[in-house]
């Protein structure tokens, strides 16, 4: 039976990775199309820049958070005097962490969705006198929404297990920004903590393989109609 302080994590560690998948989804969405329908100047290295996060070590990227939105950092700094926001050391900043961390996944599960969208409908919209804003919202964004919601899906697992650049931005602190991977961290350093590391990384797996279980029945279900439709 997980206890209150238990309930506690996994509620601060859900708050936490819905709002890093908020907080991505606009930015993601946009990168995704860029990727998947311009071609410009520099794209290989913007591609690069995207992903970066999948090779590097989480640390190096929580460290780069605490040099650009620490109180001293620049932009922390900045956004501390202009709108009293701080985001190091606390449960916000633990969501910025995920959502650095889990942003590729997403992108990379938009853009994919995006580029299976036949060029050919959106240029039929366009000869219709569709803005492109208008395709995009009317024809591309529904007909992609599948890989989208998967991206999302991905993107929320991933949050769930952050640990590395979430430590380095926020520490350790319990009921600020102690979530999940965190909090299994600590009980291994206290002794006769072992039940309810058991409990923490039952619960974990369980919300782990809900969120890809539920992406891999979204991206079956649209194989399934894409293929119906095809027919």
């Avoid at 302080?5 to 907080?23: C, G, K, N, Q, Y």
């Avoid at 024809?139 to 590395?164: D, I, K, N, Q």
């Avoid at 520490?171 to 102690?178: D, F, K, L, M």
């Avoid at 999940?180 to 990384?201: K, N």
């Amino acid at each position: 039976m997980l206890s209150n302080d238990e309930f506690a994590i996994i509620a601060l560690s859900l708050r936490v990775a819905a709002a890093s998948v908020v907080l991505s989804v606009p930015l993601a969405l946009g990168c995704a199309w860029l990727l998947a329908r311009r071609s410009f100047h520099g794209k290989t290295l913007f591609d690069a820049l995207v992903h970066l996060p999948l090779v590097l070590p989480p640390v190096v990227i929580g460290y780069a958070l605490l040099v650009l939105f620490g109180r001293q950092g620049v932009l922390g700094a900045a956004l501390a005097d202009c709108c009293g926001i701080t985001l190091a050391f606390r449960w916000t900043g633990a969501a910025l962490a995920a959502a650095v961390m889990g942003f590729p996944l997403m992108v990379r599960a938009m853009r994919l969705s995006i580029e299976a969208v036949s060029p050919r409908l959106e240029a039929a919209a366009r000869t219709l006198g569709a803005s492109r804003w208008r395709v995009f919202w009317t024809v591309t964004l529904p007909l992609s929404l599948p890989g989208v919601v998967v991206g999302v899906l991905l993107a929320f697992a991933r949050s769930l297990g952050e640990f590395g650049a979430t430590i380095t931005f926020v520490s350790n602190i319990p009921g600020e920004t102690q979530t999940l991977p965190l909090a299994i961290y600590s009980l291994t350093q206290s002794p006769g903590g072992d039940a309810a590391i058991l409990r923490l990384c039952a619960v974990s797996v369980a919300l782990a393989l809900m969120a890809l279980a539920a992406s891999e029945w979204i991206n079956r279900r649209a194989t399934r109609q894409q293929r119906g439709g095809g027919s």
